[in-house]
């Protein structure tokens, strides 16, 4: 009837999908097929070698050093964001002298929001820079002449092994938090205001209305975060390649997958035993998302 | 509907001075106003924790090394404006020019190519429809690091490490699926009747798509922009690995902040990141509705 569709159709796709095909797809293609060789990244030349990357992989201990590093951010980072995500949107839904329950915030709330976001929109270089020199190990730093005050030692922070992760941490979630909040807080909005006055007139108060009516609501959202924030403590890379010292340090504290995909990748020549850690983090993305999807499940509540 | 109007009269008139004569509610509202309290006291504590950082930024670009590590909490002596024009020949003017054109170049094929898949798919039905929308959606699951080994050979091949039309090509490409994604559930919900009666109009399907549809998908298509325009600036993994000696304005932070340790020159590194700070501050306070909704869109759905 319309002639020429199929031409049109054609023409509008073939270049984005060459594009898509050659720098998206193949790689991550490339990626699983790298994993299999001996490739040096270098060299034209290279061998299969079966599974032996893997098995190298499980006596590899800095690797193992990495997993287990990713594995606390893992288990601490995203129940951390989500908490304090969802008390903050309490606060601002049912702190506020606003109508009963509904979701009317507190006054400012706006501000507040425009506030927690900022740190989202900042590329993460700029907010690892601040930070680095925040945590300034010397007595007089920003951090340590604020610990000073209250009474407390000061501490090396970023160049204290056993500190210097949770400072990751920390930076982490202190940038998340915001785009968590606004996110609640944009789901919450579109629960309709009749199931709040619901249970109002069942005689519920604010708090019991909101671990009653407004989380189990949220739960998809929840689940949906946590599934995010798991891939990004999975994936980190920009925030410990700018702020740790070596980076990675200091004495591999703070060594993550992903960096150890670009050292052996890109500086130690081993481009074959690279790819195949991009494939055991691909897999383990998979398991966690998998996973955390199934243990999360709850009836769905459709409104 | 009595209970609901009075507990929502018991509240809502902030104008309303702070004594309230209703005694049955007294109590109540005596709660409220220290819930309200509490919810502020923390509301801005955690803002102050959010901003300072920045604010010190702000200021320590304006202090010098010994005043910025001896005296972290001082106004500066005196304001050091030098520390711009040292930053400037320190290389962010040109980090900064490199951002711009890329991320120009990057946006508008960006925009172009997302918005003709995004349109085809959520228009025209046919073979593969579903697949090559999968094939979209999958790429906004995958961790980049799984295919940056691959990836840097697949440039390099093409002769385009660190060259301008390299770093446009694959922002692209990995600014595609949210783009197409977003613009197609964007596209659904046009009417059809307007470009049903272009095509009677003899109006060919091209014309349809770039005189009648990307016109009508103006919001969406800002929403996207302003998003991408952020994406794009901030990205800092593709060309840390793919653009080693094209610097864009975040690499070249970052690789300010390295050299800082051994020059020492804590007050120029401050202004190269006011620089790079600014503009994306800007944008965001003019669009920040679309930029939480944009952001926000990709994880609720």
């Not at chain 1, 720098?23 to 490339?30: K, M, R, T, W």
């Not at chain 1, 609640?184 to 579109?190: D, L, P, T």
């Not at chain 1, 195949?276 to 897999?283: H, R």
């Not at chain 2, 309303?16 to 801005?44: E, M």
Request: glycine share 8%; with cysteine; aromatic share 14%.
């Amino acid at each position: 009837m319309r002639h020429g569709q199929y031409r049109f159709i054609v023409g509008f796709l073939v270049m984005p999908l060459a594009l898509y095909g050659v720098f998206v797809v193949s790689p991550f293609v490339q990626a699983f097929y790298y994993s299999l060789t001996n490739w040096t990244g270098v060299s034209p030349e290279f061998d299969f070698v079966g599974l032996q990357n893997f098995e190298n992989l499980t006596n590899d201990s800095l690797f193992l050093r990495a997993l287990r590093n990713n594995a606390v951010l893992l288990a601490v980072m995203p129940l951390a964001v989500i908490l304090l995500a969802l008390f903050f949107a309490f606060l601002l839904n049912v702190g506020g002298r606003g109508a009963g329950s509904g979701v009317r915030g507190v006054r400012g709330s706006g501000f507040y929001k425009l506030a927690f976001f900022l740190p989202q929109v900042l590329s993460v270089p700029v907010i690892a820079v601040i930070w680095a020199v925040i945590f300034d190990p010397t007595p007089t730093g920003l951090v340590n002449s604020v610990v000073r005050r209250i009474g407390l030692g000061s501490s090396g922070w970023l160049a204290d092994p056993d500190l210097a992760l949770y400072c990751v941490l920390w930076v982490l979630v202190w940038g998340s938090v915001g785009f968590y909040l606004v996110l609640f807080n944009a789901a919450m909005s579109s629960i309709p205001r009749d199931i709040f006055e619901a249970a109002l007139l069942d005689g519920a108060g604010r708090v019991t209305t909101f671990f009653r009516v407004t989380i189990p609501l949220l739960w998809d959202t929840i689940q949906t975060s946590w599934v995010y924030l798991a891939i990004l403590a999975l994936d980190v890379y920009a925030l410990i390649a700018v702020m740790t010292a070596g980076p990675g340090g200091p004495n591999n504290s703070t060594q993550v997958i992903s960096l150890q995909i670009a050292q052996n990748g890109f500086q130690f020549g081993r481009a074959g035993y690279a790819s195949a850690i991009g494939v055991v983090l691909f897999f383990v993305t998979l398991i966690i998302a998998a996973i955390m999807l199934r243990a999360t499940r709850r009836e769905r509540i459709e409104y | 509907m009595t209970v609901t109007t009075r507990a929502g009269d018991a509240g809502t008139p902030t104008s309303t001075p702070p004594r309230q004569t209703d005694h049955g509610r007294k109590g109540s509202s005596a709660s409220d106003v220290g819930a309200n309290v509490f919810s502020h006291a923390v509301l801005i504590g955690w803002s102050v924790m959010v901003l300072v950082p920045f604010a010190w930024a702000l200021l320590a670009s304006l202090k010098t090394s010994r005043e910025i590590f001896g005296s972290p909490w001082s106004l500066p002596e005196v304001f050091r404006w030098s520390n711009y024009s040292r930053a400037w020949d320190k290389g962010v003017g040109e980090y900064l020019l490199n951002s711009i054109v890329v991320v120009t170049g990057g946006v508008l094929l960006t925009m172009l190519f997302g918005s003709m898949v995004a349109y085809v798919l959520a228009r025209y039905e046919f073979r593969g429809n579903r697949i090559i929308y999968y094939l979209f959606a999958a790429g906004m699951m995958f961790p980049v690091f799984l295919a940056i080994v691959p990836l840097f050979f697949v440039v390099q091949n093409f002769g385009m490490l660190s060259t301008y039309q390299g770093l446009i090509l694959v922002y692209t490409a990995y600014s595609l699926p949210f783009t197409v994604f977003f613009m197609h559930s964007f596209f659904r919900t046009l009417p059809t009747s307007i470009a049903e009666a272009a095509f009677i109009d003899g109006c060919s399907h091209t014309g349809v798509f770039f005189r009648v549809m990307l016109p009508m998908a103006k919001p969406g298509l800002l929403s996207i922009g302003i998003f991408n325009v952020l994406g794009q600036f901030n990205q800092f993994v593709l060309p840390a690995f793919l653009s080693p000696e094209k610097p864009v304005l975040a690499q070249g932070i970052a690789t300010l902040l390295a050299s800082q340790r051994y020059e020492g020159d804590w007050g120029a590194l401050f202004a190269a990141l006011t620089i790079a700070m600014v503009p994306v501050v800007v944008v965001y306070l003019i669009f920040y509705r679309q930029v939480q909704a944009g952001l926000t869109s990709g994880t609720l759905k």
